[in-house]
């Protein structure tokens, strides 16, 4: 195993640990030679490869899956549970998006090898992939996650669109990321949109001011106020990356939109804002390798709070848990 394999695992068992569940489970190549001689990694891969070429848009539908699943019980897939009450009915969760993707790996994986693939461990390979099929780096993830059986809507919070740096920094905080992590998983919005009204305060009465945001650039504004009326039922889509040459690609580009004082949700522009994050906004900018520094986070945000060993279960369908099989 190289030593950057090495480096890369230990960070992500060191952060589990933290949360009191590595158990010493989660391992680059977790699932080889239980499945015979199937590679599960590259199965998964071949469905994501397929669904990108049709649709290039589930990267960032899979980066955001991914956080508000991770964000809130941990990585354990209780997003993907369906139910009257369950995560997928919070209102930030109502955007979510990308549950026929997974259910589509999950398909194959147990028709090749029943029982023994986790939703948990396939979402995080998914969206591994999706990032290096959209120009992202190809980052090494850890498997031998669990299913958790638990999904309540009322778990669900995630920081909002307005938060300040300062309260982003303690919620990661609080999930064993710093503030390193904080800013390149945000990075994720290189990729996908957002809507107006989840900014348009910002267009027209920021923190009830009666006027726009000043932080934000006079040539974006003009723009966004013709996408967002102010008085509009209509909550049009926007990309987070206004540069229209790489709203698709992972990379930088985010970065740079944002020194330029052309971020869309308020805590984007206040990353290049505040002083806890400036700095590295900058370096990031500048090309201080950000695919690999992304694939670290990502991998970092994929060890926080898992099941592991005995803990939950490996579900049979994503959308619900096991119960038990007739004789």
């Known amino acids: 195993m190289s030593k950057a394999y090495t480096t890369t695992l230990a960070l992500a068992c060191i952060f589990a640990t933290f949360s009191g569940s590595c158990n010493g489970a989660l391992q680059v190549g977790f699932y080889r030679g239980k499945c015979r001689t199937v590679d599960v990694e590259a199965i998964v891969g071949g469905v994501i490869r397929a669904w990108f070429s049709r649709d290039p848009t ?5 980066l955001r899956m991914q956080f508000h699943d991770c964000f809130v019980n941990g990585c354990d897939a209780s997003i993907l549970l369906d139910g009257n009450n369950s995560e997928k009915t919070a209102i930030p969760n109502l955007s979510v998006r990308g549950y026929e993707i997974i259910d589509a790996a999950k398909v194959v994986v147990e028709s090749i090898c029943p029982g023994v693939v986790s939703c948990a461990d396939i979402i995080v390979m998914a969206t591994r992939d999706a990032v290096a099929l959209s120009g992202g780096g190809r980052y090494i993830v850890q498997t031998g996650r669990r ?8 778990n669900v919070n995630l920081p909002a669109p307005s938060i300040s740096v300062s309260n982003s920094i303690n919620a990661f905080n609080k999930k064993g990321l710093n503030s390193n992590d904080m800013v390149y998983l945000l990075g994720g919005h290189t990729v996908g ?9 910002r267009l027209y009465n920021f923190q009830n001011t009666g006027k726009p945001d000043p932080t934000m650039d006079t040539t974006l504004l003009n723009t966004l106020k013709r996408r967002c009326p102010q008085n509009s039922t209509v909550d049009n889509p926007v990309n987070l990356d206004q540069n229209p040459l790489s709203s698709m690609t992972v990379d930088n580009s985010y970065y740079r939109q944002i020194i330029l004082r052309r971020g869309i949700l308020q805590i ?17 900018a500048k090309g201080f390798d950000f695919s690999t520094r992304f694939g670290q986070a990502m991998v970092k945000l994929g060890a926080v709070e898992v099941l ?11 959308r619900a848990i096991n119960t038990p099989l007739k004789n």
């Open 268 to 284: 984007d522009q206040e990353l290049a804002l505040d002083p806890l994050t400036n700095l590295t906004v900058a370096a990031i």
């Open 147 to 154: 299913d958790g059986t638990v999904s309540l809507a009322n």
């Open 193 to 201: 949109i957002t809507h107006c009204s989840l900014f348009r305060d």
């Open 308 to 318: 592991t060993g005995a803990q939950g279960e490996i579900r049979r369908s994503c």
């Open 58 to 62: 589930i990267v960032a539908a899979l």
